[in-house]
């Protein structure tokens, strides 16, 4: 079956950096997707993995490991605006969503 | 960058009447478009898989006669619920991927309450 497991909720200081987990095991794997979603709102795309290692794309970073079925965001230099559910998302012949994690961010 | 017009964003309907949601790609051609839904605090359920031209597949549990697909151009698909009961009252959101792009872009989404 399929199963994507990220934590419910975690909370982050302002300007500090964090680190939201994700693990997956599905039946096919074509790449790995973390969107962030307002509340109210539609997801919009963070980044895209499918190879093993970390992509950089400003303050977010994304890394994958297919062996261990594992992938991590990591948001630094955390701002309020960050404040967000995060979307684990893993592709095969469709997407397939993680439950999301909803971070918040204290000043 | 792609965008996904979807509409309405949000629509109050009696029980037992029907509703029909509208997702266009603005500046791309979608040949396969994804219908989600997404309860309150839960993440997004894919509900069915919408093909230019031919049948839409459904995920398991989700009723096709109760949730009409349609994907009749290469621009346009819809999303029509028949016979709404306040239990289908949720976010639905559309999304396609755009060619030579790695992320799937997202309509606005649709707020129905069913009264």
């Known amino acids: 079956g399929q199963n994507i497991d990220q934590p419910t909720e975690m909370t982050a200081t302002e300007g500090a950096i964090v680190q939201i987990n994700c693990t997956y095991q599905?039946?096919?794997?074509?790449?790995l997707f973390w969107y962030q979603q307002h509340a109210g709102e539609a997801p919009t795309f963070l980044s895209y993995?499918?190879?093993?290692g970390l992509e950089e794309k400003g303050r977010f970073s994304s890394f994958l490991s297919r062996s261990k079925g594992y992938s991590y965001l990591l948001l630094k230099e955390l701002q309020m605006k960050d404040s967000a559910s995060y979307l684990c998302a893993v592709r095969d012949d469709k997407i397939i969503f993680g439950k999301g994690t909803r971070l918040h961010i204290l000043p | 960058g792609a965008v996904v017009s979807q509409h309405p964003s949000r629509v109050i309907c009696k029980s037992g009447t029907s509703v029909k949601i509208e997702c266009r790609s603005l500046?791309?051609?979608?040949?396969?478009m994804f219908w989600y839904r997404q309860f309150p605090k839960q993440s997004l359920m894919l509900m069915a898989t919408s093909n230019e031209g031919s049948k839409a597949t459904y995920e398991q549990g989700v009723e096709k006669d109760k949730f009409l697909i349609n994907h009749a151009s290469l621009t346009l698909s819809t999303l029509t619920v028949t016979s709404a009961h306040p239990e289908d009252s949720s976010f639905y959101i559309c999304?396609?991927?755009?060619?030579?792009?790695?992320?799937?872009?997202f309509g606005s989404g649709t707020r129905l309450t069913v009264v």
């Open positions: 993995n499918v190879l093993d």
């Open positions: 599905t039946s096919g794997f074509n790449g």
């Open positions: 999304s396609a991927k755009p060619g030579g792009s790695y992320g799937y872009t």
């Open positions: 500046d791309f051609q979608a040949t396969t």
